[in-house]
């Protein structure tokens, strides 16, 4: 059998800031529906499904016992990986090349707007002896981390604050974008700190939203153009605060060079272009120099100040408008970048179309306290 797994179908639901009118099952449902008809298979044509989702922020315990149902899974295999969605497209990878299934289908969800306490949820995942009690919100990790990686970096405020322009504007012309917004530097730098340097403007805010991807052999014929995986990777470094690299991305180096090895790519400048994790502003600058794109910091910082990726530059990064412009999808976050890449290799993306691209890549980082990351490469044949 070939080894070759495609994505042969999509759905996913606007990204909304909060969704009152509908529950986590009808989102999922209205995303499901959609990925099977653009696929053109039934959901009784599909062999396993996959959920990601933790229970914390579902507030519901042995989760893939509530998906079944609106993703028309009842007696099939149905599992849940308490990881990002790119985690489960590597899955379902796998499930496939070892023969187990023909077809998976691979779901993702936030209900954010739902939850009442989200940083009790953060704290709840910090060290409960060493930590915990320390009573300082788990997003000031992220703030010591920035100020470590800028200062070592040589990369300034500004850069940052760019990276959010861009982001926002980006998803001026994204239709499922739930925080378009023209911006200037100035207004990045004078918003508040939430806790220094990292100010409330570099913070991804989130939405709530849907996504089902259906991947399947090489011997399933699809309604819509495949798009091949190349290759996927994923990775968690050190789960203590004490002991990881706080300088770099080492899950993102590790994904990215599993995936890059699977995908016969040799330099990251093969690929057209990334679509990556920037939860925090300088996090996509992180990620980029974790994925080889730039071998000093100093050129990722130079490839944002020529413009290099902007949407018109010669490597853009989220064009969709990451998680600052599209907000952030818990779980769903990966996927989302999944969506992306699918529809710019089919020529899908409208207004935001780029030009002549095969080969694209989507990366995930789990957020804090956590250095969990995937990395997966799409292309065109």
């Known amino acids: ?118 940083d009790w949820l953060l704290d709840y995942a910090m060290d409960p002896i060493f930590n915990r009690p320390l009573g300082f919100n788990p997003h000031a990790l992220a ?60 913070m991804a805010r989130h939405a709530d ?33 004490e002991s990881r690299d706080w300088r770099k991305a080492v899950y993102a180096e590790i994904a990215a060079k599993q995936a890059y090895r699977q995908a016969s790519i040799k330099d990251p400048r093969e690929i057209d272009f990334f679509e990556v994790d920037d939860t925090y502003a300088y996090k996509e600058l992180q990620h980029l120099i974790a994925l080889g794109l730039y071998a000093e910091p100093a050129q990722a910082a130079r490839a944002l100040e020529s413009g290099e990726t902007q949407t018109g530059g010669k490597t853009p990064v989220n064009v969709s408008g990451g998680a600052l412009g599209m907000g952030l999808a818990l779980e769903a976050a990966g996927l989302y970048r999944i969506v992306e890449l699918v529809l710019q290799i089919r020529g899908q993306a409208g207004p935001r179309q780029l030009s002549r691209v095969k080969i694209g890549l989507a990366q995930s980082w789990r957020g804090v306290p956590t250095t969990s990351g995937a990395v997966v490469i799409l292309g065109s044949e």
Not at 174 to 180: D, G, L, R
Not at 222 to 229: E, F, I, L, T
Request: aromatic share 8%.
């Open 209 to 241: 939203g849907a996504v089902v991807v259906v991947l399947a052999n090489e011997a399933i014929k699809s309604r819509a153009k495949p798009v091949w995986v190349l290759g996927a990777g994923f990775a968690n470094d050190s789960g203590t605060v």
């Open 1 to 118: 059998m070939s080894d070759r797994v495609s994505i042969i179908g999509i759905g996913f639901t606007s990204l909304k800031r909060s969704t009152p009118h509908q529950s986590f099952k009808e989102l999922m449902f209205e995303a499901a529906q959609k990925a099977y008809r653009d696929a053109g298979v039934q959901a009784s044509e599909i062999d396993s499904f996959v959920t990601c989702a933790e229970d914390l922020n579902e507030g519901l315990s042995i989760f893939d016992e509530y998906t079944p149902d609106q993703l028309g899974a009842a007696r099939k295999p149905m599992h849940t990986l308490t990881q990002d969605g790119l985690h489960g497209i590597g899955d379902a990878v796998m499930q496939i090349r070892a023969g187990i299934a023909a077809t998976v289908a691979v779901e993702a969800h936030s209900k954010a707007s739902n939850i009442l306490t989200p």
């Open 143 to 202: 703030a010591l981390e920035m100020n470590l990686f800028l200062n070592e970096s040589g990369i300034g405020f500004d850069h940052c604050a760019e990276v959010v322009v861009k982001n926002r504007a980006n998803a001026l012309v994204n239709p499922v974008a739930a925080y378009p917004l023209d911006m200037t530097s100035t207004s990045v730098n004078s918003s508040p700190y939430f806790a220094y340097p990292l100010r409330e403007a570099e």
